[in-house]
């Protein structure tokens, strides 16, 4: 890509997200996922499956659930301990539709947890009747799993999202600027990130404030020049 000849590179600062459970933006498509991790351990059932889009904010929920239940991240792939490790504390699983699993292993795990009281806690973009299953006994186990979903964001909890990734950066933009942006962008939360990541970057390497053509230059760059409604 040509870069213009007054943009600098800046140094790639890290900007560390709030992800505690007071910065958890609610709305009513995370209502159910949330009080699924809020009533911990009054759970209906001892899996917990929580399926939403990318972005959505499934991984903030599982990091605020395993700091609640003190519990420990597994990938239950042959040759792991993660049935072990089930038995003796809540466990967590995450994206389970793209890191992928042995059943004859996640057969166990949940085997597992319903033996000794623990609590499974897994993510996935897909409801688990989607994942390539064949061993029919995790299936059924499967099929008795509580599934909380995740919706795509609208305009409210797009919105509360730059404000905070914004602010999470030390900026504070003007709300016509973040309206224009909701209007134009892609529904997700991921895209909300990449959209500020980008907008950041090339401010803080042009010198430049924060601009709607600056945002309108970011949205095109990242496919997210969609027209209002």
Known sequence: MTRLPFEQLP???????????????????????????????????PVVIIAGPVGSG????????????????????????????????????????RQGF??????????????HGTA?????????????VTLPDLQSRLKAATVVEIGEPDDELLTQVLVKLFADRQLFVDERLIAYIVARMERSLEAAQAIVERLDRLALARGTRLTRGLAAEVLEELGNASQPD
Do not use: C
């Open 58 to 97: 499934k991984s903030h929920l599982a990091s605020i659930w395993r700091e609640k239940a003190g519990a420990e991240t597994i990938h239950p792939i042959a040759g792991s301990n993660a049935a072990y490790i089930a038995a003796t504390r809540p466990v967590l699983f995450e994206d389970a539709d």
């Open 120 to 132: 499974l806690l897994m993510t996935s973009r897909l409801w688990p009747m989607s994942w390539p």
């Open 102 to 115: 042995d059943d004859t292993e996640l057969f166990h795990v949940i085997n597992s947890v319903r033996q």
């Open 11 to 45: 140094l790639a600062f890290d900007h560390d997200p709030a992800t505690g459970r007071e910065d958890l933006l609610v709305s009513d498509r995370l209502s159910a996922a949330i009080a699924i991790v809020d009533h911990w351990p009054d759970w209906p059932s």
